[in-house]
């Protein structure tokens, strides 16, 4: 079993990698973290469009602009860490999916122009916090869903979250012990 745990927690202090780490804390296997912030990856640029285009046509798998569609489509779980930020996620995660979504190695097209997933994974977890109450999922964990659904066929999604945690008076410590605790229930 092989998870790959995608961490794009920015803090030193993070609540949401805290989270993450407990949720990690009971998986079995092998688990590889990745963390697009440290990485510094930036988003696609035209040289790099134009490399990625090449090797996918050639189908040079084993070429380094591949590498992390080719990491992410052969994890048996994928595990996201993401604390909410502007109602999303932090810049580093977009960045890391415009280097995942690749047609022929994470995703491709049917003869009807339909996308099918080609990802290993059937499960991918989906961790957050914010300062407040997340107004809307759409462009945080939903985006990823949709990611999920039509591009990579992968079906069975957790999400996590702790709210609030920067307004005044919340027990932050209590907050998170409530997801933990929900974490805890779903691997019983
Ligand atoms: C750049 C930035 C943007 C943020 N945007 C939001 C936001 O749109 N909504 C919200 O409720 N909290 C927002 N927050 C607060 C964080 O979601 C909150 O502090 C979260 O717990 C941070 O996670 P961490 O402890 O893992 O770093 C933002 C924080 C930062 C630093």
Redesign the pocket.
């Known amino acids: 079993m092989k998870t790959l745990f995608i961490n794009t927690?920015?803090?030193e202090?993070?609540?949401?990698?805290?989270l993450a780490e407990h949720y990690l804390a009971h998986m079995e296997g092998e688990i590889i973290e990745i963390n697009p912030v440290k990485e510094g990856l930036y988003g696609l640029d035209w040289d790099m469009l134009k490399e990625r285009d090449s090797a996918l046509a050639k189908k040079e798998f084993d070429h380094p602009v591949l590498a992390y569609a080719c990491q992410f489509a052969e994890a048996d779980q994928i595990v996201i860490?993401a604390?909410?930020?502007?109602?999303?996620f932090?810049a580093a995660l977009k960045n890391y999916i415009e280097r995942v979504n690749c047609v022929g190695i994470t995703f491709d097209y049917d003869e009807q122009g339909r996308p099918f997933g080609m990802c290993k994974a059937k499960k991918l977890v989906y961790i957050?916090?914010?300062?407040?109450?997340?107004?809307d999922d759409a462009f945080g964990f939903g985006y990823i869903k949709a990611l999920c659904e039509n591009f990579y066929g992968i079906h069975d999604l957790s999400y996590y979250k702790?709210?609030?945690?920067?307004l005044p008076g919340t027990d932050i410590e209590g907050t998170l012990q409530t997801v933990m605790r929900q974490m805890d229930a779903a691997w019983q």
């Open positions: 927690c920015v803090r202090e993070s609540r949401t990698r805290k860490a604390p909410y930020w502007d109602l999303s932090p957050t916090t914010a300062g407040g109450y997340i107004i702790a709210e609030g945690l920067d």
